[in-house]
């Protein structure tokens, strides 16, 4: 019994912060002239910047620097003023202090509830395969689904294509490709598939105290789109990943994390005289599973995750300066609650008993006014009403405005007020930014998440769009928040009963953004600061008083340089440069074994902070040809140049002295061959 008690801790207690939890549009008139901002050099642009809203061309993406080899579109995102630099165990999209799971992440509509691999290395993306990225910080529609947070919706290619084309990436790391084949004049198929293989070149750098680590994720994606008439388009898409990771020490023990993700939808798209109605259909899944293996005895975990979703979206224009969007959505979830089993015996300890499936219903509609007054003023208003029923039944209605001013030409002011719900929370049975997350719906018990939000933006443009800035200050209030306090070692000395460690509470989330680019030149890039605080507020779990503290994303300073060159023809020489407050977590103080129990004493909740975060990204490529329709070339990346030993997570050492403990610490060069034809 005590030695399963350790080994379970040895693997989850390490990979946690030992005691730390894991919490887990700007609206576009269309005016004839909309605020474009360009960052590219080039005719096609990399982004388009409207206001709040910012669309990032996909099929350009691969000019910005490369990431291990690979241009991934979260990446980038993670570099960007308000939006929290992640490490190589925190991955996600942590939006104005929000949790990831807070913040919608779609494709065609269709959410993905975890949408990046281990690591935090890459997203699940593969960018050929998409169009646009869109991403909404902020200023959210009245017709925006149910979420506290931000909203990034990933759109696959769906245009008619001219030719058959192949693209992909073979690098030291994963390789992929995408295909691209007509099906006669109105019909194509788009099939993407990626694979990694990390342990045949740094394996030996991944290691947790010692033991190895082994660890391989593959994706694929699938797209058909249909063209019946000049006015009908129907698009149908599948997505699957699946991550494996494996700690084993030969001699005692082997633990090993699994999880999938798994997306189908169908859309159709019909143009109206004055607008579009677009009508989806879609399922979105995610489950893990945890399996800690030791002589005789099978401790595992399971937990899993999913919805179907019907959704209707109307956009109409009533006159020339007046436009009106209005949705209507239902979500079925239903979901298996995390529960702990055995296949031997293991002593005195008493697993709980396995959960039913649950299951819940969330219907919604909203409306948005978008009204150009003047070529100085306009605004956005927006309404969003929604009902939920699980064991209980939950509604809001939800207002929604802002206002944009123009004092000058490619000059923009806005302020936005608004109420958001969300019917579902998340928390983490261990920390560090592993999958180890589960999910549940609002009930009796816990009550559905609701956010106040304000922000002030500004925004401009200067020498002909060759620079822009933003500056944008925000605040966030949110009530029904879910914290799990518990740790491993309580968790376990509670036969596994989490429920008994979930309370809820409210938070505040404010801060200041600023973003200044450069869009045109030899030298093009962004210069991003973030200057943010994520407090929670939570009662013990007697009630008798309340804590406040930091959530366990929470990054004081965070700045990122991001800078590309095209110096030449053929070359390009890209860089990134991260610095960052560390992440906070909670001091252990006293540990001792009572009655054949670890007990350990804790000081004030994340009351403590990891060092100082830095990295040097770098990243050259060559274009070997280079045309309109065919591209060949060579790149090689440097992940963390003067490798830097960042602190992942705590262990302690005699008399609970502690240890920063890493997982890349040393520098990881990667060479790829790119190309399409």
């Not at 005789?296 to 006159?319: E, F, I, P």
């Not at 939950?394 to 000059?411: G, L």
């Amino acid at each position: 019994m005590q030695k399963i008690v350790l080994l379970f801790i040895l693997f989850l207690g390490h990979l946690s912060l030992f005691g730390q939890v894991t919490y887990d549009s700007v609206w576009t008139f269309n005016r004839e002239l909309d605020e474009v901002t360009v960052i590219q050099q080039k005719t096609q642009s990399i982004v388009e910047q409207q206001g709040n809203k910012l669309v990032v061309d996909m099929s350009a993406i691969s000019q910005m620097p490369k990431f291990l080899g690979v241009s991934d579109p979260i990446r980038y995102l993670q570099s960007l003023a308000g939006v929290a630099t992640n490490n190589e165990t925190f991955a996600g999209l942590y939006v104005q202090g929000c949790d990831d799971y807070q913040t919608l992440t779609n494709i065609n509509g269709a959410p993905i509830y975890y949408p990046n691999h281990l690591l935090g290395l890459y997203s699940t993306f593969i960018a050929p395969h998409f169009s646009t990225m869109t991403v909404e910080q902020a200023e959210h529609r009245g017709t925006m689904e149910n979420r506290v947070g931000g909203l990034v919706s990933v759109e696959t290619k769906h245009l008619q294509p001219q030719r058959f084309s192949i693209e992909g990436n073979i690098g030291l790391i994963s390789s992929d490709a995408t295909l691209t084949i007509p099906c006669g004049k109105k019909s194509a198929l788009w099939l993407s598939g990626r694979a990694s293989y990390v342990n045949m070149l740094y394996g030996k750098w991944l290691q947790i105290q010692g033991v190895g680590l082994g660890y391989n994720f593959w994706d694929t994606n699938l797209t058909y789109a249909i063209h019946p008439t000049e006015k009908d388009e129907i698009v149908l898409t599948g997505f699957f990943s699946r991550d494996n990771i494996n700690v084993a020490d030969s001699t005692t023990f082997g633990v090993g994390i699994h999880w999938h993700n798994m997306v189908g939808s169908a859309y159709w798209n019909h143009q109206l005289k004055k607008g579009s109605w677009r009508t989806s259909v879609s399922y979105s899944g995610f489950d893990n599973h945890i399996t800690v293996d030791a002589l005789a005895t099978d401790v595992y975990t399971d937990a899993s995750w999913s919805s179907l979703d019907v959704k209707n979206r109307l956009n109409t224009r009533l006159r020339d300066d007046m436009m009106l969007n209005a949705s209507i959505d239902y979500t079925h979830y239903f979901y298996q609650p995390l529960q702990f089993s055995s296949l031997g015996g293991i002593g005195q300890m008493e697993l709980p008993q396995s959960k039913p499936e649950r299951h819940g219903d969330e219907a919604s509609v909203g409306i948005d006014l978008m009204h150009t007054v003047n070529g100085w003023f306009s605004y956005n208003a927006g309404l969003h009403g929604s009902v939920f029923h699980s064991n209980q039944i939950f509604w809001a209605c939800d207002p929604r405005i802002t206002f944009h001013f123009y004092p000058a030409e490619n000059h923009e002011i806005s302020l936005h007020g608004g109420c958001y719900t969300q019917y579902f929370h998340k928390a983490g049975l261990t920390g560090g930014g592993l999958p180890t997350d589960f999910f549940m719906l609002a009930d009796s018990m816990l009550p559905a998440e609701r956010a106040i939000a304000t922000n002030l933006r500004y925004a401009a443009s200067f020498l002909n769009h060759k620079w822009t800035f933003q500056i944008e200050g925000y605040f966030k209030q949110l009530y029904g928040v879910v914290e799990s306090i518990g740790n491993i070692v309580q968790l376990i000395n509670l036969g596994f009963d989490y429920e008994k460690y979930l309370i809820t509470g409210a938070g505040r989330n404010y801060g200041l953004n600023l973003m200044l680019q450069r869009n045109k030149g030899i030298l093009t890039g962004y210069i991003s600061y973030s200057l943010g605080w994520a407090k929670r507020k939570l009662p013990a779990l007697d009630g008798s008083q309340e804590y406040i503290y930091s959530a366990s994303h929470e990054r004081r300073h965070d700045l990122n340089i991001v800078l590309n060159a095209r110096f030449a023809k053929r070359w390009t020489v890209g860089g990134q440069f991260v610095l960052a407050s560390g992440l906070p977590y909670t001091k252990a103080e006293e540990a001792y074994i009572l009655n054949g129990n670890m007990i350990c004493r804790y000081s004030t909740f994340n009351g403590a902070h990891m060092p100082l975060y830095n990295r040097l990204d770098l990243s050259c490529s060559y274009d070997i040809i280079k045309t309109q329709d065919h591209e060949l070339g060579i790149n090689l990346s440097l992940y963390n140049v003067y490798c830097y030993k960042n602190a992942q997570f705590v262990v302690y050492r005699d008399n609970l002295r502690p240890i920063y403990g890493t997982t890349l610490s040393m520098i990881i060069p990667s060479i790829s061959i790119y190309g399409k034809f």
